[in-house]
């Protein structure tokens, strides 16, 4: 069910050309970054703080927020990692 109702959602976004750079400006390739889906899960955060949810839609909603959520958790740990590991060699 939960299933059905976010392919429902999803078929109620209205979609952009990502490819078609507006008038004037040059085309730059698309991108998502970590940032970008921390700023979804702010969104998600606001929305459900202002009731902008049905109750049958939370559980597509929470579901997505979570994995969001622990993919952006383990990009995180994964740069400091990395980071870590440049420190502990010198910057080599």
């Known amino acids: ?3 059905e109702q976010t ?3 999803a078929s109620e976004i209205p979609t952009t ?3 078609a750079a507006p008038a004037g400006q040059e085309e730059q390739p698309a991108s998502l970054g970590v940032e970008d889906l ?3 899960l702010r969104i998600i955060n606001v929305a459900s ?3 902008a949810f049905k109750g049958n839609e939370l559980s597509s909603v929470g579901f997505i927020n979570d ?3 622990r993919f952006v958790d383990a990009a995180q740990k994964a740069a400091q990692e990395a980071n870590d590991g440049e420190a502990a060699n010198g910057g080599e």
């Open 1 to 3: 069910m939960a299933e």
């Open 7 to 9: 392919e429902k959602m």
């Open 17 to 19: 050309n990502l490819e």
């Open 38 to 40: 921390v700023n979804v």
């Open 49 to 51: 703080e202002r009731g």
């Open 67 to 69: 994995k969001i959520t």
